[in-house]
């Protein structure tokens, strides 16, 4: 009706005798205006509030309907937030479920209240005020209602009701806590659990209540009862809105190890890969595909507890995360890898995978997926499996052969921060140990300059000190077992003598070093790597320059002079005394045993160039030495 009729229809109801067939005709035809904010103007609380208390039972339950209409509007909230309005309205629910056991009153009176609540924080108050949580948890005892028509309704308001009123915040969800609501909601989800099917509405205006506390109660951790329920509720399920309520209190309580392996041991994870597998061809709706995601991402995150994953090892996942390596959905074959990457967190399982060739299978999706236009998450999930995979020592060479390097190669292509990480520490896993590999990498030219690229200008830290390490270990690796003789541990002969001690002839072939060193920007970065964030890095640019001064400054050919003279001159351009100081005033408090041995080869090697030792002691290196406290302590004992 248009607002003249409104306004028409209130002015009956506030001067209408007490007749009560024609009160309830109005207030039918005022709970069937469709726009609740056509009665905005009026001031209609105490109107309604005194005929929410009339004799007449019709009136009443007319009267609370026509509120929960009103109170649809944010105007009208407002007006009916009123301390004898809702103590009315808690009155009538105190006396639920009443003799005469009818439901429609109290639903009218759920939905009035509950909407008077909705984003009402002065209404919640008043409720608290008068112990009205008391009231409205109580509500959650009412297991058995004989007015059998109503029951679904009456289950959906009483959820709204307490959803509104505990979305209140952390101090009504603690008081809810106190009033032992999680008891209340573990009966109501025992019942539901029994019979899934028979339960679902129940279920569904059940766990959001417990998704409000879990938001708003700080560490709530489920008793391992009603984490089982929620397991077998998600397995016997056929609802989707049910499923996700599932999965997101599962994945919230999953966070703990514990409750990882107590998953673990139900079979969450069988469970979902079996309910995967049957609808995984019914996920073509956006919210399908993201109910979809959303269980995979809690096996991997179930996979990512250690007792659970050393237990799921031994079932039947380890099988069917491998099977999905073959699947042709993105969602699935992503949570495959990142499911093995997870297992092949031990040497062991690395191993084992080898020698079963899932590595090969793994290496499989890489070549196919290795280009700049393909997922991003998959290649991410593949190369820290594949990172996993290349640790174990006797996996290495398996790897190689495989061809892992050729696969991951023209991923530098690809400039997305996250793959280019995980890229390099690869990579940098795979290099360990293998001296023809490191090699052969020190000479491919498109690899060095596209570090040296990244070691300037990545945005992403993470990118930056990949590529110095990287860079660092293909020096050391390439070439530490040629040069070792030269780099005196404590207690050799003194330093200086070590120049006597370097044989004549050396047969190794130094065209690797050579060709890395032709690429522009090299040396700057080995020198720049001196003052990273991390000891374990100053420690590897301390090596890599040990490397590169044994294998040019101590030369005494012809041939070897010339490459010294640049090496000698990058090295002053690049201010490696500056460097050199730098790293010993940030971290000589800090340094290990190891450090100072490698600072003090490092320094010794440098000074067996002319050019070299006048540059260092313009920079105070050797006073600059002595003020490290582990030095000084070795002096003192």
């Keep these: 009706p248009p607002l003249a009729e409104i306004d028409e229809l209130i002015e009956r109801l506030k001067t209408t005798s007490v007749s009560t067939g024609n009160t309830t005709n109005l207030l039918c035809e005022i709970s069937a205006t469709k726009d609740p904010k056509l009665f905005d103007k009026h001031e209609l609380a105490d109107c309604f509030l005194g005929l929410t208390q009339s004799e007449d039972t019709n009136v009443r339950k007319e009267a609370a309907k026509c509120i929960a209409e009103i109170t649809k509007s944010e105007v009208q909230r407002k007006k009916f937030t009123k301390r004898d309005i809702i103590a009315a309205f808690l009155e009538c629910l105190r006396q639920v479920p009443t003799a005469e056991g009818s439901m429609e009153l109290p639903i009218q009176i759920c939905r009035a209240l509950g909407n008077i609540c909705y984003l009402n924080d002065e209404a919640r108050d008043l409720i608290l005020e008068l112990e009205g949580d008391v009231v409205l948890l109580r509500l959650l005892d009412i297991a058995t209602i004989e007015d059998v028509a109503n029951v679904a309704q009456f289950i959906k308001v009483r959820g709204g009701l307490l959803s509104n009123y505990l979305l209140g915040g952390e101090g009504l969800a603690k008081r809810a806590m106190e009033l032992g609501v999680m008891k209340k909601l573990q009966t109501i989800i025992d019942t539901g ?14 766990l959001p209540l417990l998704s409000i506390l879990t938001e708003n109660v700080a560490d709530l951790n489920f008793d391992a009862t009603l984490n089982i329920q929620l397991s077998r509720i998600l397995a016997a399920s056929t609802n989707p809105d049910l499923a996700e309520m599932c999965l997101e209190l599962l994945h919230y309580q999953a966070e703990s190890d514990e409750v990882k392996l107590l998953l673990a041991k139900d079979g969450l994870c069988e469970t979902i890969y079996n309910l995967l597998e049957k609808y995984k061809t019914l996920a073509s709706t956006s919210e399908a595909r993201a109910l979809m995601k959303l269980a995979c991402e809690l096996i991997v995150l179930i996979l990512t507890g250690d007792e659970s994953m050393h237990y799921l090892y031994t079932t039947s996942l380890l099988r069917n995360m491998v099977d999905w ?9 992503t949570t495959g890898v990142l499911a093995l990457g997870n297992f092949a967190r031990t040497d062991s399982h690395c191993i084992y995978f080898v020698e079963q060739q ?8 890489l070549a196919k997926n290795n280009g700049v236009k393909d997922d991003v998450r998959l290649q991410h999930a593949l190369l820290s499996a594949l990172r996993n995979l290349v640790i174990p020592k006797p996996n290495k060479n398996a790897v190689i052969q495989a061809g892992l390097v050729q696969t991951i190669l023209p991923m530098l292509e690809i400039h997305q921060p996250p793959v280019v990480f995980k890229l390099l520490g690869t990579l940098r896993m795979t290099v360990d140990g293998q001296e023809k590999l490191a090699l052969e990498l020190l000479k491919n030219k498109p690899l060095i300059e596209q570090l040296v690229h990244w070691t300037k200008s990545s945005d992403y830290a993470g990118v930056t000190g990949e590529s110095l390490r990287l860079m660092a270990w293909l020096i050391k690796h390439a070439y530490l077992s040629k040069i070792a003789y030269a780099l005196p541990r404590k207690g050799d002969a003194p330093a200086e003598q070590i120049a006597d001690r370097i044989p004549l002839i050396q047969d190794y072939d130094r065209s690797s070093l050579s060709e890395f060193l032709a690429n522009e920007g090299t040396v700057q970065a080995m020198v720049n790597m001196l003052t990273a964030q991390h000891l374990v890095m100053q420690n590897e640019a301390l090596i890599a320059l040990c490397i590169l001064s044994v294998v040019y400054l101590s030369e005494t050919s012809e041939a070897a002079k010339t490459q010294a003279q640049r090496l000698q001159g990058e090295l002053i351009k ?33 000074k067996s160039s002319e050019q070299l030792v006048t540059h260092l002691e313009h920079h105070n290196i050797n006073e600059l030495l002595k003020s490290i406290p582990i030095l000084t302590e070795y002096c003192t004992l």
């Design 358 to 365: 899932t590595m090969n299978k793994l290496l499989e999706v």
């Design 193 to 206: 659990a029994s019979n899934v099917e028979e339960h679902e509405d129940l279920l569904l205006n059940t």
């Design 325 to 333: 390596l073959d699947s042709s959905d993105i969602d699935l074959l």
């Design 574 to 606: 690049c201010e490696v005394g500056k460097k050199l100081a730098e790293l010993i005033s940030k971290s000589s408090d800090s340094m290990t045993k190891e450090i100072v041995e490698n600072l003090q080869n490092c320094v010794n090697l440098l």
